[in-house]
């Protein structure tokens, strides 16, 4: 990627297969050469795909998501926590419906 004012920066990674579902690493390097790296999963259970994952940026501090989202009968929910490298978390959670050509959403 090269910003407004020319400088670079770059992304690494992959994306597997597993038997449960998927796993995904990359490292993303600054135009300066720090580097943040990033890696997660994400499996499905019936109607809920589940996804995990963290971020280490450049002072080794890690920061992770954990959440899901379901089909429902009315379109779909999900949840997730975010905690960062301190301890602290936040939640979020929100739904999605669908009438005709209209998503609507809360969260």
Same mark, same amino acid.
């Given at each position: !990627?090269?910003?407004?004012?020319?400088?670079?920066?770059?992304?690494?990674?992959?994306?597997?297969?597993?038997?449960?579902?998927?796993?995904?690493?990359?490292?993303?390097?600054?135009?300066?050469?720090?580097?943040?790296?990033?890696?997660?999963?994400?499996?499905?259970?019936?109607?809920?795909?589940?996804?995990?994952?963290?971020?280490?940026?450049?002072?080794?501090?890690?920061?992770?998501?954990?959440?899901?989202?379901?089909?429902?009968?009315?379109? !779909?929910?999900?949840?997730?926590?975010?905690?960062?490298?301190?301890?602290?978390?936040?939640?979020?959670?929100?739904?999605?419906?669908?009438?005709?050509?209209?998503?609507?959403?809360?969260?």
């Amino acid at each position: !990627m090269t910003g407004p004012g020319g400088k670079t920066a770059t992304r690494s990674g992959s994306t597997t297969k597993t038997d449960e579902g998927v796993a995904h690493e990359a490292t993303y390097t600054g135009a300066g050469g720090q580097s943040v790296n990033t890696s997660g999963s994400t499996t499905r259970q019936g109607n809920t795909v589940s996804s995990q994952g963290s971020v280490t940026g450049p002072g080794g501090k890690t920061a992770t998501r954990s959440g899901s989202t379901t089909k429902t009968d009315e379109g !779909m929910a999900h949840e997730a926590t975010y905690t960062g490298a301190g301890g602290q978390s936040v939640n979020t959670s929100g739904s999605a419906t669908r009438q005709g050509n209209t998503v609507s959403s809360q969260g």
